[in-house]
């Protein structure tokens, strides 16, 4: 079954970071396969397998993405940053509700949705789907049944790869490989906008001139940094005027009351879990630099073009950065628990000396 390789290897030409380097197909799990064939039955059944077309052409002004296969926020700025690749077309978002808010003020996104209830009665030249899971097309087929539509990674269901990277390739593929490798690999990275009302806050909340963000907490424990107050302790040493602001979500806030505790509140300025996703892109943006471990708050940093470094574990640099990120980045294949106090103070003063030569005003 020739069209079966779609769901283990790339349709564009160019290469992509990916956690398992030659997968043959002999290799695939009967998952994998079973996967497959399930989406393709489902495609049948909904009437949707000859709607799909492999290139977004000039007379698609009108478009809706459906985004929701993988509703972190982090993967949805990743999945999402071709976006910029269409902003000469009309393009809604169907995404995951707790995403909504990222998209809210958009520069590319003219509406977004999170049930079927919102869209509106407007008639579109194409879908792009983010895969043809049976909830995507199911969506695709009850929004615009008639519709053509365009996969993003489709019946893809091979190793892990670099999104960010995917997501500009195969945007570059579909509009008909307009750009080179080097062009695409430069120029790919996540974008966020903060609206006018978060700047205002933001900027209520007078910041200090020159500090550093540490973005704390995390979901998974092989990465999620445990002794931030170290780290801290070390950047104060070298610098007695230097401050800190604590950045997170709800997962981080134990870890900020021990960190406030054991460190001069002088010293350390605690917003874990007081601002959006939005609002903290913003603290970040107006960083020094930013210190933390591979998540959402990672993403957010590449997204406002903020200087970071990022600790990294299982995925490198390669599957999770592009060349456009600000990066100054630690790995372990293992645990970022693993990555030393004295090579991330190491890695910190890189970060600053670029921020000394690069002001943001530039």
Not at 3 to 13: C, G, L, P, V
Not at 214 to 221: E, K, L
Not at 223 to 235: A, Y
Not at 337 to 360: G, L, T, V, Y
Request: proline residues 3%; aromatic residues 10%.
């Amino acid at each position: 079954m020739k069209e079966f390789n779609r769901t283990f290897s790339f349709q564009f030409k160019y290469e992509v970071p990916n956690s398992i380097k030659a997968l043959q197909r002999k290799n695939l799990p009967p998952s994998s396969k079973l996967k497959f064939i399930k989406r393709k039955i489902y495609l049948n059944f909904k009437r949707q397998r000859h709607l799909e077309i492999k290139n977004i052409l000039p007379l698609h002004k009108n478009i809706l993405w459906i985004n929701i296969s993988a509703p972190s926020l982090g993967d949805s700025l990743m999945d999402l940053s071709s976006r910029a690749m269409l902003d000469d077309r009309k393009i809604d978002l169907y995404t995951h509700k707790k995403n909504v808010s990222l998209y809210l003020h958009d520069s590319f996104f003219n509406s977004v949705f999170c049930n079927l209830n919102q869209v509106k009665e407007e008639k579109y030249d194409l879908v792009i789907i983010d895969s043809f899971s049976t909830r995507s097309v199911n969506l695709k087929e009850k929004i615009a049944p008639l519709a053509p539509f365009v996969g993003m990674f489709g019946f893809y269901n091979g190793p892990e790869v670099n999104r960010v990277l995917f997501s500009f390739h195969q945007m570059n593929y579909l509009l008909g490989n307009v750009f080179e490798e080097t062009k695409i690999n430069d120029i790919a990275r996540p974008s966020i906008f903060i609206s006018n009302e978060d700047l205002v806050f933001i900027k209520s909340l007078k910041l200090p001139k020159d500090f550093i963000a540490i973005a704390i907490g995390g979901v998974w424990n092989f990465r999620t940094f445990n002794n931030w107050e170290f780290v801290i302790e070390k950047l104060v040493d070298q610098n007695k005027k230097r401050k800190i602001i604590l950045v997170g979500s709800e997962n981080g806030i134990a870890e900020a009351k021990r960190i406030v505790e054991s460190i001069s509140s002088d010293v350390v300025m605690n917003l874990v879990a007081k601002l959006s996703f939005n609002q903290t892109a913003e603290v970040i943006n107006k960083a020094k630099y930013t210190v933390c471990c591979d998540g959402g708050l990672m993403h957010a940093a590449n997204s406002v073009g903020a200087i970071v470094v990022p600790l990294l574990a299982k995925l490198d640099s390669d599957m999770q950065l592009t060349n456009a990120n600000k990066s100054f980045s630690l790995y372990d294949k293992l645990n970022v628990n693993n990555i030393s106090i004295k090579n991330i103070i190491s890695k910190c003063q890189e970060a600053s000396n670029f921020s000394d030569s690069h002001p943001q005003d530039e």
